[in-house]
């Protein structure tokens, strides 16, 4: 949680944390700040950035422009335009934009007296700023400015355990996805049977890109933003965990369809992150028998997920479990591309992936607090079938793992409107 | 335009781009795969980049998952997991994700003989690629990574000039953008007045919470996306020009309403940038007075624009002409805050901001083929009040400043539901 931070930089040894980029849709900044429009400043502007010290409050370097925006944040802010006169530095950079940015830096951790580490984040134009770290590094050589380990960065453990209003902010993103799920299946199943596809009264097939335009029309309705777009995947699509869907193609019954939706609050806060896998109709015998093997995998890990314990220990048993049932797995092949290919599971908040990893190679243990996705799924590309069955869950203080919203778990989904 | 990259990279002295991140809300890499579903990585998984080599065409280094998503950019692509053996490359740095992926970078490098000066491009968390980038300098002494002065990159400069199916993606979203505009002066208008202030049916008072999610709702409708939020900002916050509104607010008759709506396509490609100011049912004698002001020097600096010269000339044609109408500007006094407070223009495209700059501290000429915006206004918070009105325009091939889509200037819109 935020109140954690203190402690985990002296941990980590860092005297602050540097903050680039704009408040939105970038989760280190965003943390501190809330939902706001503050922007990254640049092009002749100043560069916005948080600067946290050890012990201290955030404070907010804006733009002029957005002084009330910044000071609607709660936090300590500056302007660093006007409060270190940066026509001057630019100026005295001759107008390069990135030494400038580095001579504003300067002054301010020798305004503060910064000598030691400085952990940077944010999510921003990654040249710009390398170009802008190099000029700093010359000129304070005393100054260590440093990337941490992202799974292990101070922000990035902050994070892992949410505070209850972090939790109801993502619960409330939950509802909303699960009410557009729940609108998709009745919109789906409204549809008439044409030779195997979906059609509208017209006789016209119902396409994955009509489908996609209503999950973003109605997620806009409820008040959320998609900026990473949704895989709405049939048949062999489905069979490839991250293929999203081609808009052009119809939508049959009888066929797999994962259909995984991963929406944040507007203006680019906090995640849900859900998945579930429906047949139209009816589902082929070959079929249903994958997707019981995936739900009583689902079901035997969920209910053995606890606390304090290694993460990937529960990565490496639905391997076993998915194995035992004759599927390969990464486990024994990390190269296959048939049976079960991918982590069990995620955190999630700011970032629709974030800490703690359950993948084989890292030790992440589950805290308490933390909100994780449990998604296991089996992918049959050549035999075009995919099954996917995900739910984000909040490992409780208390030890329980609680769906954030339930959601039925049926495959098959009847034909209202044939 | 992407033509000219392989000049540019030889004129910058550069070997190679690497350009990390995933396909959406990133421009530089955008700008090579278009709209495609490929993430970062990371997280136990390589990370995803692209390489463009001089004269060579680019490759993507995509995630096993996403294999088929990279296949249809019609990019050259490699699987950055299977054909480098990720995991032995991660069990060789120790399980350390930021040294397994300089691992990776430095076995391609190597593989593709890159020896001389890479420029390094994306939109990604800064930190966790420094520490990456830290290490590949100390693996590989004599390759030079560098950032790029932003105002001048490779990429930067190639994405100045836009082709033709760029100005038609850009122009789609002008046509959605200002039909949104046309629905919500239709939405207001139909609204009666009580007290100075709109309500519905019901005699409840309109917000502006109640509009931002209209507008959001109406952009996904039309298969826009709206990533960086809306100003919609009433009286006092219409007059500092990055204040975006308060939900909460009623929305009054008579005041100034600056309503700046810059919304891209679905899944992060081209944005459009379009402002109105408009007063509900009247506007008062001194907001008239500004308003044309404004309009007479968006007229006047819109027809003197001609390609091939200095931008920034016109930043300072703007400043003189509302200086000789008795208004401060940041020509005379850089820390206003009354008066004209910004630049006129920038330039627009899988950046809401991007070059070139019209920041009279820079010297970027104007280039036939580009898109920008032109966006005088004018700021005074004190007297409850600013006007600003933007367009999008095409210095076309021809050297014609053409608006993209054409947009009624009304101040005053009169209420239909009264």
Redesign the interface.
């Known amino acids: 949680m935020k109140t954690d931070i203190d402690r985990l930089m002296k941990e980590a040894d860092l005297d602050a944390l540097l903050v680039?980029?704009p408040a939105?849709?970038n989760g280190?900044m965003t943390y501190f700040t809330g939902l706001a429009?503050l922007?990254a400043g640049?092009?002749?502007q100043p560069p916005c950035f948080l600067l946290k010290m050890s012990g201290r409050k955030a404070i907010h370097f804006h733009?002029?422009?957005?002084?009330?925006?910044a000071a609607a944040t709660g936090l300590q802010t500056k302007n660093s335009?006007?409060d270190y006169d940066y026509?001057a530095l630019?100026e005295q950079a001759n107008?390069?934009?990135?030494q400038a940015a580095a001579l504003l830096l300067e002054t301010i951790l020798t305004e503060y007296k910064i000598h030691g580490r400085i952990?940077?984040?944010?999510?921003?134009?990654?040249?710009?700023?390398?170009?802008?770290?190099?000029f700093l590094r010359r000129r304070l050589p005393d100054v260590e400015?440093?990337?941490?380990?992202?799974?292990r960065?101070v922000i990035t453990q902050a994070r892992v355990t949410k505070d209850d209003s972090e939790i109801e902010r993502i619960r409330a993103m939950g509802r909303i996805t699960t009410a557009v799920v729940g609108d998709v299946a009745g919109y789906l199943t409204s549809h008439s049977v044409k030779d195997g596809y979906l059609v509208n009264r017209e006789g016209e097939q119902l396409t994955i890109g009509n489908v996609k335009?209503k999950i973003?029309?109605w997620?806009?309705?409820r008040?959320a933003?998609?900026?990473?777009?949704s895989?709405f995947a049939v048949g062999r699509?489905a069979g490839?965990?991250?293929?999203?869907g081609t808009d052009a193609d119809p939508i049959p019954v009888g066929q797999t369809i994962v259909f995984d939706i991963y929406p944040c609050e507007?203006?680019?806060g906090y995640f849900y992150d859900f998945t579930r896998t429906w047949c139209l109709d009816h589902a082929p015998d070959d079929v249903l028998q994958i997707y019981e093997d995936v739900l009583e995998v689902y079901e035997t890990v969920y209910s053995a997920i606890r606390p304090h314990k290694p993460c990937c220990d529960y990565q490496i048993q639905t391997c076993e479990l998915f194995e035992a049932k004759g599927h390969p797995t990464i486990l024994s092949n990390?190269?296959t591309?048939d049976g079960y290919?991918?982590?069990l599971a995620?955190g999630i908040g700011l970032d629709v992936?974030e800490a703690p990893?359950f993948?084989?190679?890292?030790d992440d243990v589950l805290l308490p607090g933390s909100v994780i996705t449990v998604e296991p799924g089996l992918y049959y590309p050549d035999r075009g079938l995919g099954v996917r069955i995900e739910d984000t869950a909040w490992m409780r203080p208390d030890g329980v793992l609680e769906t954030l919203v339930e959601f039925p778990m049926d495959l098959v989904l009847k034909m209202q409107g044939a």
């Open positions: 680039l980029g939105a849709h280190p429009h922007s640049g092009n002749g733009l002029p422009m957005e002084r009330e925006e335009y006007e026509p630019l107008r390069d934009s990135n952990g940077i984040y944010g999510r921003i134009e990654f040249g710009h700023w390398l170009r802008t770290i190099d400015i440093l990337g941490e380990n992202m799974l960065s335009r973003n029309l997620l806009a309705m008040g933003e998609n900026p990473k777009g895989i699509d490839i965990p991250h293929s999203t507007a203006g680019g990390p190269m591309t290919v991918h982590s995620h992936h990893s993948n084989m190679k890292y």
